[in-house]
């Protein structure tokens, strides 16, 4: 089964009829969106990005049945080749803090020490899904939910091309899970300090209106093919 995980990218988008279930997991419960294929959104009850339970979230598709996630978040771009409106497939990530685990309480280390990554196959796929996403890239995750400082940036601009507060930890407590997972960017703005505008939250926000039929369209086109 395919799992779809959205956030702000997907805010403005029209989303497939599906029905809504309540997941109980371990760690919490979850809001998915069921049918032949589930669809979650991260930013569920209006969390912000610094309390979304990213365990609960994951476990809870585990539990239905997915066997491969695609990812939509939105990004900022540390790159001034990268603009706002680019669709980029990252290869790798990173984390700038903490990163969750399912393995808390785990004695086994060869359970715990997962080799994070995002699954090739799948990023391949999605790129011909999507043949307008520039393939590649490193992706950092901060904690939000600030933005992150000029410094910051530019700290983060050595070893990364976007910026965002979600992914990595999907993709690492999906590869806990075995499930292999890759991610579709959609770039909502250049992060702080790159641009002459003064960045808001609005104004992430607009981008995400802007394109949110590109984004419907390529749902469709994900479900299409690898749903």
């Known amino acids: 089964m395919l799992g779809i995980l959205g956030g702000t990218s997907l805010l403005f988008s ?19 969106l069921c049918g032949d294929f589930a669809l979650l959104q991260r930013h569920q009850r209006g969390l912000p ?24 978040g939105s990004a900022g771009s540390l790159k001034r080749e990268i ?9 790798d990530y990173m984390t700038w803090g903490d990163s969750p685990s399912l393995h ?29 996403a520039h393939q590649g890239g490193v992706y950092v995750q901060t904690r939000g939910p600030r933005l ?17 507060m979600t992914l990595a930890s999907e993709a690492t407590l999906s590869c806990e899970l075995g499930i292999p997972f890759t991610a579709l960017c959609t770039v909502d703005n250049y992060a702080h300090g790159l ?13 995400s209106r802007a394109h949110r039929d590109r984004t419907a369209a390529i749902i469709e086109k994900i479900i299409g093919v690898m749903g």
């Open 49 to 72: 990005p610094h309390r979304i339970n990213f365990r609960a979230n994951m476990a809870a598709l585990a539990i239905l049945g997915v066997d491969h996630i695609v990812a939509i």
């Open 104 to 132: 808390n309480h785990s004695v086994s280390h060869a359970l715990s020490h997962v080799r994070p990554e995002m699954d090739q196959n799948l990023s391949e796929n999605l790129g011909r899904i999507v043949p307008g």
């Open 14 to 32: 029209q989303l497939p009829n599906l029905e809504k279930r309540r997941i109980d997991t371990p760690y919490g419960s979850a809001e998915v």
């Open 83 to 91: 603009p706002p409106g680019f669709l980029v497939i990252p290869h």
């Open 195 to 207: 641009s002459d505008e003064v960045l808001t939250y609005e104004h992430i926000l607009e981008t």
């Open 148 to 164: 992150e400082t000029v410094a910051e940036v530019k700290a983060l601009a050595r070893m990364a091309d976007l910026v965002g």
